[in-house]
Structure formats: structure tokens, C-alpha cells
């Protein structure tokens, strides 16, 4: 399960990263509900403890919770059946059965001007709840995906759902997403964590209808799905880097990144999406040597002391890789779609790294109390930020006025 599961480190984190994009005032309902999947697509994914590929209770619709639910949605429990902590948990009925796929909830507001922060509450124990789907129910799911069969000691870590504090999220509808996407297409920009997402997506909806791959056969890691009856495509651009990279050497795990150059391999094929889901993260630790200009060495990052030339830290060439791929989105003419940036993923491998040792056993999130973002990951996704900040402004000039970015937490 090396490159599987995305957030193990930061199962609360979210709840600390409130910006002004987190704004839910959508006069289109449909767009509403669209950003509502890709937000629960990130929390369900990204953030343990519904570890991939077992999911349960993802959403697409909001709803205020009632003043009865939210008064007695802070009960403790401290069953046998439990994990050995009190956790908050659910005192509604959530669905016992994985055939239960209706939106059981209130949505009778998600067209009002409610407000409601996804990334913040906490999440839920809820012990009788059943995964979406398994890997022997999803075929978009690779054998060493199989998250039984490498390390996990039980199903509790399909059990927990994500409660937001100020509002409801229903259970997912796939039909209703598959309406809502019907005749537009969804590109994912970026490396295994945007691949799991992918799948994660094909594997809810598969439920109600199954793709038909229309991949290149050329392009072994980019992959294109169609749903002939929905008329929608879905695709994954692999670009774990998203500027123009090369490895110095072969198998010598350093790379060469080119920072004022875009990865061709996704940014020659965006033009008629409507919707780019796009992130990166966790490449950039690896050793690199730093080019603009096609062959200036301007700086490296984990490299030999006796390389002459600027040793740069982390963020230094993830900014500029950030800043080189909005500015490239921004100059394509032609591209109408909107852009969703889903911030940084941290190491999730505890007892050691993914491949030194490190394993992905873990059964429940981690509490509030329990981890921050701090250090490289917070200054990681501070950088992304601030970049993101700096695209939007270009892009509200470029577009009159339209907002052309979205930041999932």
C-alpha cells in the first residue's frame, strides 16, 4: 500500500484551514453540489480515517442541521465495541446498509444563502455503518490497493464519518452526480494521491454505471474514462511534478525540474474540461537539481555539497512550480473550465518511511488534540496558498470579474 493512503498524519488538520475560498454561497445549485462532491471526494480520500479504498458515507448535498441534532451531537461513548477512546460520535440514524445510496437528510436549504465550512467539525464513530465499496467490488481498484490484504488488522477504519460542524452532509447520490456532470468532463492533475482520488470517484459511482476506458495506450500512467450514457468523461493526467521533468539519471532517484516550464503531458490536454482537480506534494523531498530558461541551474534541493549552486529548501521550487502551472492555466485562451486546488498531502507512514520500513495500520483518526500542521507542511501548504491567491487575482482581471479557482483544504 506504498502510495496509497494520503492524510494518515492529519486526519483533523482540516479544521484549522479556513480561507476565504471556503465560500458556499454558489448562486448555482449545481456548481454548488459539484464543489460539495470534490470537497467530500478530498475528505474521504485525503483524510483518514476512511482509509482507501474502503469509504463510507461520502456527500454531494448540504444541509443545516437541526437545533435538536446539534445539541446532542457532542455524546461520548466508550463501547466494547469502539476503539480504546472516547470519541464524539452521532446520536441521528446514519444508514446501516451499503444499499442505502438516497439522500436521507434535509436539503430543503441547499439553494439558500446558508454558509457552512466543510473542514470544520470532527469526526464520528459510528460502528454500524458498511464501506461504499471493497476492492473486490471495484474493479478501479488495483490488487496492491487491497487494504486487507497488506497491513489492515480490521474494518474499524471504515467506520468513522466526517461530521462538519454547521451543516449535514448527506449520503452520496451517484445518479444524481452523474446528472449534475452529465455531457462536462473532470481532469485530475498529479501523482498517486490524485490517481487514488480518481479511482475513489469511479468506485462510488460504479454503484449506478461503470466507465469505459478510452486511455492512449501510449500514455501508460494517463488514463480517460467515458460514461456513454452521461456523455462525461473523467481522466487522469499524471504529473506528480506539474513543470517539465526529467530524471538526471536513470534510477538515480534526482531530477532534473525546469521551473518556468509546464508539464506538456497535462497542459496540452485541459482545453475542453470543465472541471481540473490538480495537486502535488509529496515529490518534491526528493533530490533535484533546479533549471530555468532551459538550461540555467539556478539551485538544487537535497544534493552534494560540492555542486556549486544555491541549496534551496523545500518550498523554494514548489512555489515556482505552483506559480509556472496557474499562470500556465491562465494563458490558455481557450480554457473555460474551473480549477480546483487540493492543498498539500503530509506523510501519512508511521514507524518509519514508505520505504524504510514504514506502515499504514491505523484504525482511527487522530483527535484534534493529537497533531497540527506545522513545519514543512504547514509552509507547504501556506505556499500553495499564497500562489493560489496570486492566480485568482490574475484570472478575475483576465475574466472580468469571474472567479476561475477553488481551494479544497
Partial sequence: MKQLYALDDQAVLPINNKNQYHDHQKSNPKFAILRGAVTVLTILTLIPLLYYPLLSHPSLLLSKPSSSSSSSSSNLINSSSSPDLLLTTSTSSPSTSIQDVVVQNSVSNVESNDKCDLFAGKWVWEPESAPYYTNTTCTAIHEHQNCMKYGKPNLDFTKWRWRPDECVLPLFDPEKFLEIVRGKSLGFVGDSIARNQMQSLI????????PVEVSDASKLQTKTWFYSNYNSTLSIFWSPYPVKTEEATPNSGRFNLYLDEVDPEWITHIHNYDYLIISAGQWFFRPS???????????????????NCTHFGVTYGYRRAFETMFKAINSLEDFKGITFLRTNSPS??????????GNCIRTRPFMSNETSLNGENLDMYTTQVEELEVAERDAVEKNDGLKRFRLLA
Fill in 289 to 307: 537539481m533546479f533549471y530555468e530558461n532551459n538550461t540555467d541551474l539556478v539551485g538544487c534541493l537535497y544534493c552534494k555539497d560540492d555542486i
Fill in 203 to 210: 468506485c462510488l459511482i460504479s454503484r449506478v454505471d461503470y
Fill in 348 to 357: 501519512h507512514f508511521e514507524n518509519g518511511l514508505w520505504d524504510k520500513g
